[in-house]
């Protein structure tokens, strides 16, 4: 990953395995409010989500000396990290809580001290509810404080690590959260989806400001690198439907190129400043906003892959006896996804990788 190192890493984040929820100091994120407010354990056999208590969840809070010692044992040498920003700044984006930052200082300082590298997440999903009230990513005024937090954890935790992600899965909790309504804050919206997207590049540009700051104060080390991660599923074209690259294209500028060309490149694609236009939607991209995104790109990718996504245009009918469940649609793009009941046969008679792209053309 760095220097030709490879780090055999695991992954997780504060809100799914810390608890701690109400202690020294912390107070609710965004995702304390939504397993509160949508608590839900659907029966035996059943496909339904489940959304569990965080309250103690795994109790890190409590037990990370002896989950830093069965990683060492485990030969584990990385652990990527979603640190709690509603731990570390409570109750607003100014006031640091002391206990927030000796938690972290300490188990950062149990990683390093069996060896494990502690790689953090500066931000996963889980707005600090103070934050949220405000209108959380749709506000533009949440970019200072994430500024003042970005600039605490460089300071505090610098020390430890020389990788760093600013965020992870921006579309996932975008699309989910300002679209489909499926995670929190809960939205179908299309005017606060943009606005969450813009706001999310602009704060992976305002976190590598402060980064190159803490590079220049010795907070963090002059090799030190900053990266986003990022969940994108490569496209398949269903069989039975046209192969066209168009399609692909069309599928990756906004699947992929839209999470990662703004803070890679510093620019859009072209679809996404369409879209706001022809909708009409309500998010002025400043020049000022580009500048700031061309000043200060990020370093490195983090890829999450789960999955391919079968995918047909949106205008292609698709008989439901073919699917399991109806197509998704998304406000944008030419493209449907859709989960075809034929996959096993489809991936094993894929036998011809097109080029250029990332899909396969599949025989049925």
Same mark, same amino acid.
């Given at each position: 990953?760095?220097?030709?190192k490879?780090?055999?890493?695991?992954?997780?984040?504060?809100?799914?395995?810390?608890?701690? #929820?109400?202690? &020294?100091g912390r107070?609710d994120?965004?995702?304390?409010?939504?397993?509160?407010?949508?608590?839900h354990?659907?029966?035996?056999?059943?496909?339904? #989500?489940?959304?569990?208590?965080?309250?103690?969840?795994?109790?890190?809070?409590?037990?990370?000396p002896s989950?830093?010692?069965i990683?060492s044992?485990?030969?584990v +040498?990385a652990?990527?990290?979603?640190l709690?920003?509603?731990r570390?700044?409570?109750t607003?984006?100014?006031?640091?809580? %002391?206990?927030?930052?000796q938690f972290y200082d #300490?188990v950062?300082?149990?990683?390093v001290?069996?060896?494990?590298?502690?790689?953090?997440?500066l931000?996963?999903?889980? /707005?600090?509810?103070w934050?949220?009230?405000k209108?959380?990513?749709t506000n #533009?005024?949440i970019? /200072?404080?994430?500024?003042?937090?970005? @600039?605490a954890?460089?300071?505090?935790l610098?020390?430890?690590?020389?990788?760093?992600?600013?965020n992870?899965?921006n579309?996932?909790?975008?699309?989910?959260?300002?679209?489909?309504?499926?995670? %929190?804050p809960c939205f179908?919206? =299309?005017?606060?989806?943009?606005?969450a997207?813009? &706001?999310l590049?602009?704060?992976? @540009?305002?976190?590598?400001? =402060?980064?190159?700051?803490?590079?220049?104060?010795?907070?963090?080390?002059?090799?030190?690198?900053l990266g986003?991660?990022d969940?994108?599923s490569?496209p398949?074209i269903?069989?039975?439907?046209?192969?066209d690259?168009?399609?692909?294209?069309?599928y990756?500028?906004?699947?992929r190129d839209?999470?990662? +060309?703004?803070?890679?490149k510093?620019?859009?694609?072209? =679809?996404?400043?369409?879209?706001?236009?022809?909708?009409?939607?309500d998010?002025k991209?400043? %020049?000022?906003?580009?500048?700031?995104?061309q000043?200060n790109k990020?370093?490195?990718?983090?890829?999450?892959?789960y999955r391919?996504?079968?995918?047909?245009?949106?205008?292609?009918?698709?008989?439901?006896?073919?699917?399991h469940r109806p197509?998704g649609?998304?406000?944008?793009?030419?493209f449907q996804?859709?989960?075809?009941?034929?996959?096993p046969?489809?991936?094993?008679e894929? +036998?011809?990788?097109?080029?250029n792209?990332?899909?396969r053309v599949?025989?049925?």
């Open positions: 990953m760095k220097k030709d490879f780090y055999f890493s695991v992954s997780t984040n504060a809100f799914q395995i810390e608890g701690g #929820r109400n202690l &020294h107070t994120s965004l995702w304390d409010w939504f397993t509160k407010t949508y608590y354990i659907p029966p035996v056999n059943s496909t339904a #989500r489940e959304i569990n208590s965080i309250v103690e969840a795994s109790d890190f809070y409590h037990k990370y989950d830093v010692k990683l044992k485990l030969g +040498d652990f990527i990290y979603n709690d920003w509603a570390v700044f409570p607003d984006g100014t006031k640091i809580n %002391p206990m927030g930052i #300490r950062f300082s149990e990683l001290a069996g060896n494990v590298k502690p790689i953090p997440i931000f996963h999903w889980d /707005t600090p509810m934050a949220e009230i209108g959380g990513w #533009r005024e970019l /200072t404080s994430f500024k003042n937090y970005c @600039a954890m460089f300071k505090y610098g020390k430890y690590t020389d990788i760093w992600f600013v992870d899965e579309k996932s909790f975008t699309v989910d959260g300002y679209l489909t309504g499926q995670f %929190p179908q919206d =299309e005017n606060a989806f943009v606005k997207v813009h &706001h590049a602009l704060s992976g @540009a305002i976190a590598k400001a =402060e980064f190159k700051k803490a590079k220049e104060l010795g907070y963090v080390s002059p090799d030190a690198i986003i991660d969940d994108w490569p398949v269903m069989a039975g439907v046209d192969a690259q168009k399609l692909i294209d069309n990756n500028a906004w699947m839209l999470w990662l +060309d703004p803070n890679l510093g620019t859009y694609p072209q =679809e996404f400043l369409d879209y706001i236009k022809s909708k009409k939607l998010l991209i400043t %020049p000022a906003d580009l500048k700031l995104l000043d990020l370093d490195f990718i983090g890829w999450n892959f391919p996504y079968f995918i047909t245009s949106k205008t292609a009918l698709i008989p439901e006896d073919q699917l197509p649609k998304l406000p944008f793009g030419d996804i859709v989960l075809p009941k034929i996959i046969t489809i991936l094993n894929c +036998d011809q990788l097109h080029p792209t990332y899909k599949c025989k049925v």
